[in-house]
């Protein structure tokens, strides 16, 4: 069964930084494509950041913020945080697909306070 497993969120002062990861698992194949999602309280899920055919793609709130980057060798995907506002709190969510086949994550707490 393919799993996507995030961690690294928590609770952070603005201007902080935090590092998730996402990592695949009971799949002998690499994600082809991979995203970070977020969900904020009251509003609908939204892409954050994206790996699309070897390129980066980020929301216009989060360029020169956020730093998309994926390890294929480990299946794995992180999402760098830097300077962190309260509004980035949120719920974030990995997603990846091998072919028409799609994959989410359990989702990760991300706080930041003022």
């Known amino acids: 069964q393919v799993q996507l497993v995030e961690s690294g969120g928590g609770l952070v002062q603005a201007g902080g930084s935090l590092r998730l990861s996402c990592a695949a698992s009971g799949t002998r194949f690499i994600m082809h494509n991979m995203a970070w999602y977020r969900q904020r309280p009251e509003n609908q899920r939204e892409l954050v950041a994206a790996?699309?055919?070897?390129?980066?793609n980020y929301a216009d709130s989060v360029k020169g913020r956020f730093t998309i980057a994926r390890e294929n060798a480990k299946n794995t995907m992180y999402l760098q945080m830097n300077a962190l506002k309260p509004e980035d709190t949120a719920v974030y969510y990995c997603?990846?697909?091998?072919?028409?086949?799609?994959?989410w994550g359990q989702g990760t707490q991300v706080s930041v306070s003022s």
């Open positions: 997603y990846g697909n091998i072919g028409s086949q799609t994959y």
């Open positions: 790996i699309i055919g070897g390129r980066n």
